[in-house]
């Protein structure tokens, strides 16, 4: 019955204290001044200020059920959690803040039982803030009927030197053993299944975290804690000191993981890496340069927040954001590079770092920036940014007010890409080359912006035109060729006769008797091959005696394994060439006079079209033959 009274009595004071906390916070940051200046302290390590504020009020109410002294005379304090069973947790003595609290100091044995009022009860947890600040505590003994390590339970202990967790505890809560400063190491045996957030953050002389290896949550390597699957980095213990090689299974870093590892001098961070938590890296004061992977597209509050070392940051292009806070209070920056991707920096996320010298804003479109975010710069800081996006940033909200927006003195990058014929001269933008290659051309501009033309250079080759073809008609001269341009010149007795853009032209301006010699020529990119061998004709016309009466047909056409040429009225000798689209020349075979047929073996040719020309003193024809 009594213990019931107890607890009775406990749930209403606890609401009392719960409802006046909550008013003396809305007071408080009520004042804005007040609010920023408590970030102040925060990020410049006075943790608790906040809590000893609330504190520092005195309450008539006490925060425990019941005291006894264990067995080396030391008062602890309980609070009864249960009557059935009967269960209490360790917990501080009151909610007045004084002199009470270094209550608990030297070295402590918690028993697993206590007596009180003639009820004895299982003592299974350490309830939160049990021990908070108590400087003078060195040694703690924690029995095995403790289940639970409640929220902040040895915060602040910072002469706490030696503390064993039990087999038997599942949990440990949120700041638990936060700035236990004196506290060397820490194990994690196979049954905790729960740490909470910045645990042993602060801890800055511990130097590993064991996790039993058996442990289904939890792992640790190389002293450090991870989740089971190695992808998440938890926490980094405050006294590892040197170069630390994060591994490439990790794709995050946890709020504060790595935050007062104040003896680290260098962290690689692998592109496996996706997303850094806030504070991850906080008052890491050796710290001097970082670099952040291409993985990485946010730059999380606090990230970097009181690195005071830290004097280099490269940062990816591809960062959109910088959050609140990230790089405040790193005086050792005296300049930064922002990279071309960012989109907006948060509420004073390089505030208090003052000895920026300079800052370099890739971005051509200006990023959107707090009043405050680089405070508290002078607006006479030089502030470079891409040439062409001065104006911009000299009227973007905040930007404008630097008056000192300079070119970057980068200048405008053009990549072009383009060829040329094989023995003449490419001469386009500025360029005067005769081979194929890489070239550059710096460009000066009057306004500063300048330009370089970087040109990669091929070469081609084009065909000379070959296999002219010439046919006589009734009223012209038909002539067809071989070539591989978008456009040839004709020339006819060595006189431009036309430009065409096609492989055939007929020349209509003939006259009856005459001979006539054509050559062609090619043209890509206004260059001009040599032109092709003469191909010269006699234009006669039809009723002419030596025209008329001959006649070629070509039989089977398609065919496959031969053709037969058929001639009437052949009055001379004449040559008979097969040869290919390109104008090679495959087979020759010689008629006589009055000879009326030729077979022309196929066999050896594959599929495709060929041309069959018979040329004799006064009669030249081509037939086009397809071969199936």
């Known amino acids: 019955m009594g213990a019931k009274i107890l607890l009775f009595k406990k749930k209403i004071k606890k609401i009392s204290f719960k409802w006046l906390l909550f008013l003396i916070f809305v007071v408080y940051i009520g004042d804005k001044s007040k609010f920023h200046k408590l970030n102040f302290y925060i990020m410049k390590k006075k943790l608790f200020i906040f809590t000893l504020i609330l504190l520092g009020i005195s309450f008539s109410s006490k925060a425990h059920d019941f005291y006894e002294l264990n067995g080396d005379g030391d008062t602890i304090y309980y609070n009864i959690t249960s009557s059935t069973p009967l269960t209490v947790g360790v917990t501080f003595q009151s909610y007045s803040y004084g002199d009470t609290v270094s209550a608990y100091s030297g070295v402590i044995n918690i028993p697993s039982t206590v007596p009180h009022g003639g009820i004895i009860y299982n003592v299974t947890s350490i309830d939160p803030y049990a021990f908070i600040m108590c400087n003078n505590l060195t040694s703690v003994t924690i029995p095995t009927t403790v289940t639970t390590i409640g929220v902040g339970a040895f915060i602040g202990c910072t002469s706490l030197n030696s503390i ?17 400063t004196s506290l060397p190491n820490m194990d994690i045996s196979i049954v905790v299944t729960y740490i909470g957030d910045y645990a042993f953050n602060q801890c800055t002389s511990m130097t590993s975290i064991n996790v039993d290896p058996q442990n289904p949550n939890y792992a640790s390597n190389n002293g450090i804690l991870y989740n089971k699957i190695f992808d998440t980095l938890i926490c980094c213990p405050g006294g590892k000191s040197g170069a630390l090689t994060i591994p490439n299974s990790v794709t995050n870093i946890y709020n504060y993981a790595i935050s007062y590892c104040t003896g680290l001098t260098s962290v690689i961070i692998p592109n496996s890496v ?19 992977p291409s993985s990485i597209t946010l730059i999380n509050d606090y990230t970097f927040a009181s690195c005071s070392t830290l004097t280099l940051i490269s940062l990816p292009n591809t960062i959109t954001h910088i959050g609140k806070h990230s790089f405040a209070f790193c005086p050792s920056l005296d300049s930064i590079t922002l990279p071309s991707s960012l989109i907006s920096l948060d509420y004073a996320s390089f505030w208090y770092s003052p000895n920026i010298t300079a800052i370099t804003c890739l971005a051509t479109n200006p990023p959107s920036i707090i009043d405050n975010t680089f405070h508290p710069l002078p607006n006479t800081t030089p502030i470079y940014v891409p040439c062409n996006s001065i104006a911009q940033y000299q009227a973007a909200t905040n930007w404008n007010y630097f008056t000192n927006i ?6 405008i990058i053009t990549n072009i890409i383009d060829s040329f014929l094989v023995g003449s001269t490419y001469n386009n933008y500025e360029f005067n080359e005769t081979t194929a290659g890489t070239f550059t051309q710096n460009l000066q501009t009057a306004n500063g912006c300048d330009s370089i033309v970087t040109l990669t250079l091929t070469t081609y080759t084009t065909q000379i035109p070959s296999n002219i073809i010439s046919q006589v008609q009734s009223d012209n001269i038909q002539i067809s060729w071989q070539g591989n341009s978008e456009r040839y010149r004709i020339y006819r007795n060595e006189v431009l006769l036309a430009s065409v853009s096609s492989n055939t032209f007929n020349d209509y301006d003939v006259d009856q008797s005459t ?6 020529s090619a043209i890509v990119n206004d260059q001009e091959t040599e032109t092709s061998s003469p191909e010269c004709v006699t234009f006669l016309k039809i009723n002419e005696p030596n025209v008329k009466d001959i006649q070629v047909k070509l039989y089977p056409n398609p065919a496959s394994n031969k053709t037969t040429l058929e001639i009437t009225e052949l009055r001379t000798d004449a040559n008979v060439i097969l040869y290919d689209m390109l104008g090679k020349e495959l087979k020759t075979y010689s008629v006589k006079a009055k000879q009326d047929k030729l077979n022309i073996d196929l066999q050896d040719l594959n599929k495709g079209i060929y041309y069959i020309k ?4 006064n009669h030249t024809s081509t037939k086009k033959i397809i071969v199936k």
Do not use: H, M
Not at 406 to 411: K, Q
Not at 614 to 617: K, L
């Open 164 to 180: 064993t967790i039990p087999q038997s505890v599942t949990s440990i809560g949120a700041d638990a053993f936060r700035a236990c």
């Open 274 to 292: 996706t997303s850094i938590l806030n504070s991850a890296f906080s008052n890491c004061n050796s710290l001097t340069s970082i670099s952040i």
């Open 406 to 411: 300079l070119n970057d003195g980068t200048p």
């Open 515 to 520: 001979e006539y010699c054509y050559e062609i």
């Open 614 to 617: 018979i040329s004799s003193q």
